[in-house]
């Protein structure tokens, strides 16, 4: 029985098409730069905020209409909140999906309860996986929901908490890999603090990073080969979160030996929280050799928590298609929507149009940036910009045949530098506002 009868699968009918459950931009099959836009931008969908929202927020209890849910913690519901979602996903033509382990199915009395459940469920995705051809882009384990983990998971003050959550990364790890997953993503959820005063920092790195060796190496063992994603975010739950942003993360990464196995999972809305935009924080882990995937959605300025929004600025999905081009596009990772619809937008319609909005946001923002790319101009013009490292002192500096002293006499005896160049900042952005609009 269909979830949604009165919706048929949503199609392409290009840019001046009025109807609103139509594709304007996104055309999975043509090529952009020799590569279908599916493969450049290998969307993915959120079990957790496409099936389980159901509009609750601090003042407020349920407003969504979700007619297939009985509103259950059944595992025959659960199973069947996965058909739905496979419609759903046919319908709108994505090639990947994401879940966590508690969004998809419900714990039971026991841990071992629990694992059954997650079993039965999954059984279910299996089927429908083989029945679409809809892959899993990466799984994850909710470590962060249950009071058990109410002092964090792997840098919980209690060992017992840490140690549940490595027997529940455990099976996470097997089902990703039964589903045949690209990939694996650590968010820490809880893991940070509120206060100094009642906190061993140094213990709680220590053992986020002897968690996350234990995840790659039980990988290794059982022969998971997808990739490992850290998702950075600055606060919320937690006031200090150990993965405020990319640098955060990927200094963790480093100091502890995981940099050759695990990636940066970049969202968004999490960028804005930490003071940064999304550009930065690509630009950066891209730079670092760490760009891996990509929560995407949008936060509100004006709102200081992450508000998941579905993406629809263009410059926005055009500066960071940009970004992701310029480092080679997506090797294992994609734009997974980690965005939900308005408490208000209550009908399963909406969801429709959510997703619609953003998958054709990226797919124009995919073309202009491929046109920014062909025409060489702003490269060009950041190139020039640096062309006094091209040659002379700077291109001895940059070949390392310069030091202090060396560049102390050079100094002195030059007495001023170059005369600077403008940044040209505005002209900049009109170039971009050019493309954009032509
Ligand atoms: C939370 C968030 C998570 C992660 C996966 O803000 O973004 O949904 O993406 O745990
Ligand atoms: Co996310």
């Given at each position: 029985m269909s979830a949604f009868p009165e919706i048929s699968k949503i199609k392409y009918e290009g840019p001046d098409s009025k109807n609103n459950l139509a594709f304007r931009h996104y055309n999975e099959n043509e090529l952009v730069e020799g590569k279908s836009m599916r493969e450049h931008l290998n969307f993915a969908c959120a079990f957790w905020h496409t099936m389980r929202m159901n509009g609750t927020d601090p003042f407020g209890s349920a407003t969504m209409y979700r007619p297939w849910d009985d509103g259950s913690d059944s595992v025959e519901n659960a199973q069947n909140r996965v058909r739905v979602f496979f419609e759903f996903l046919e319908k709108m033509s994505f090639p990947f999906y994401c879940f966590h382990d508690r969004d998809i199915a419900p714990e039971g009395a026991t841990f071992k309860e629990t694992c059954a459940n997650l079993?039965?469920?999954v059984k279910v995705f299996k089927e429908e996986q083989d029945r679409t051809g809809i892959n899993l882009l990466w799984g994850t384990a909710n470590l962060f929901g249950n009071p058990r983990f109410m002092h964090g998971a792997?840098?919980?003050?209690?060992?017992?908490?840490f140690a549940y959550a490595a027997a529940q990364v455990k099976k996470a790890l097997e089902v990703t890999m039964e589903l045949g997953g690209r990939g694996y993503t650590f968010w820490g959820g809880r893991e940070g603090y509120q206060s100094f005063l009642n906190t061993d920092m140094k213990r709680e790195l220590d053992h986020l990073a002897a968690f996350m060796h234990m995840a790659v190496d039980y990988a290794k063992e059982i022969g998971f080969k997808g990739q490992f994603y850290f998702e950075p975010k600055p606060k919320e739950?937690?006031?200090?979160?150990y993965d405020f942003d990319c640098a955060a993360c990927i200094n963790f990464l480093r100091t502890y030996g995981l940099a050759d196995d695990v990636k940066m999972n970049i969202e968004t809305n999490h960028a804005t929280l930490a003071g940064h935009t999304v550009e930065h924080e690509l630009d950066y882990a891209g730079s670092q050799g760490f760009l891996g995937s990509v929560d995407a959605n949008a936060g509100d300025m004006l709102l200081g928590w992450d508000t998941d929004q579905f993406p629809t600025d263009v410059y926005m999905t055009t500066k960071m298609m940009y970004i992701i081009m310029k480092y080679g596009?997506?090797?294992?990772?994609?734009?997974?929507f980690d965005a939900k619809v308005r408490r208000e937008s209550f009908e399963p319609i909406d969801l429709f149009y959510a997703h619609i909005g953003g998958m054709d946001a990226f797919a124009k923002g995919l073309k202009i940036a491929a046109k920014l790319r062909a025409s060489g101009e702003l490269k060009e013009m950041t190139t020039n910009r640096y062309a006094s490292w091209n040659s002379g002192i700077g291109a001895?500096?940059?070949?390392?045949?310069?030091?202090?002293k060396s560049l102390f006499d050079y100094i002195t005896e030059k007495g001023e530098i170059e005369a600077n160049i403008s940044g040209r900042q505005e002209l900049f952005e009109n170039v971009l506002n050019r493309y954009m609009f032509d």
């Open positions: 079993d039965a469920v792997a840098t919980s003050s209690n060992a017992d908490a739950p937690t006031k200090h979160q596009g997506f090797k294992t990772g994609g734009l997974n001895r500096i940059e070949a390392g045949k310069e030091d202090f």
